[in-house]
């Protein structure tokens, strides 16, 4: 059963602490994608990675952090640098490629207590 | 910085009746690609039209691209209720960068 994964569903974060969403997929892709939502908004790109041991920052990467140690794996923190992190995070995955889609994960909100 | 911009914001018809959505951009593409978005859900992939591309179809999607006007629209025929979700257009521009640049999307409503 291939896909893409995120866990928690549901985070909470207190004031100064460091959170880590999860993100796994077992398509066999390259490229993995962070994207930040905010209500009634698009996504934006916090940070992305086409091969491992390799990212790059997207447009909003102040106050995130990320690793790619393995190809099924990219983890996304959530520092206490980021003032504003209540948001519903995605995950994406894909090939990488000039004519290339991308598959979501199911999410994950983050609120902050 | 979001390249896409979709219009309408939002747009509620009757089931049965059609529902289009446009999307402007700003710069030159590769590609532009529709998504779905159900509420709290993660994005769904429904179509890819390249730059060398004017129109494509998918079962009852119909997309087109204007290069030329930098636009892009969304048909969707015979609309059910089941089509209510947020629809996103999406960028792929430059040579190596391999990046999607979402619009902010257009929440359709299809009243049953």
């Known amino acids: 059963d291939g896909g893409i994964t995120q866990s928690p569903k549901y985070l909470f974060r207190k004031e100064g602490q460091n959170v880590t969403l999860s993100c796994e997929q077992n398509?066999?892709?390259?490229?993995m994608y962070w994207y930040r939502q905010d209500p009634g908004q698009g996504l934006r790109l916090i940070y992305y990675s086409q091969i491992v041991n390799d990212f790059q920052k997207g447009d909003i990467a102040e106050g995130y952090s990320v690793s790619r140690e393995k190809k099924e794996s990219f983890p996304l923190t959530v520092t206490s640098a980021q003032k504003n992190p209540t948001a519903f995070y995605l995950c994406?995955?894909?090939?990488?490629?000039?004519?290339?889609?991308?598959?979501f994960g199911p999410g994950t909100r983050l609120l902050v207590l | 910085s979001q390249q896409g911009e979709e219009d309408p914001q939002a747009l509620s018809i009757q089931e049965g009746e059609n529902a289009t959505m446009n999307c402007s951009y700003k710069?030159?593409?590769?590609?532009l690609q529709w998504y779905r978005q159900n509420s709290g859900r993660g994005l769904v992939h429904l179509i890819l039209i390249r730059s060398n591309e004017r129109e494509k179809h998918s079962g009852r999607l119909r997309v087109t691209l204007d290069t030329s006007k930098k636009s892009s629209s969304l048909l969707i025929t015979a609309s059910r209720a089941a089509d209510t979700a947020s629809y996103f257009c999406?960028?792929?521009?430059?040579?190596?960068?391999?990046?999607?640049?979402f619009g902010k999307g257009t929440l359709l409503t299809v009243n049953p």
């Open positions: 994406a995955s894909g090939r990488v490629g000039p004519q290339e889609t991308q598959y």
């Open positions: 999406a960028t792929m521009g430059g040579v190596s960068n391999y990046k999607l640049t």
């Open positions: 710069t030159s593409i590769n590609n």
């Open positions: 398509l066999n892709h390259d490229a």
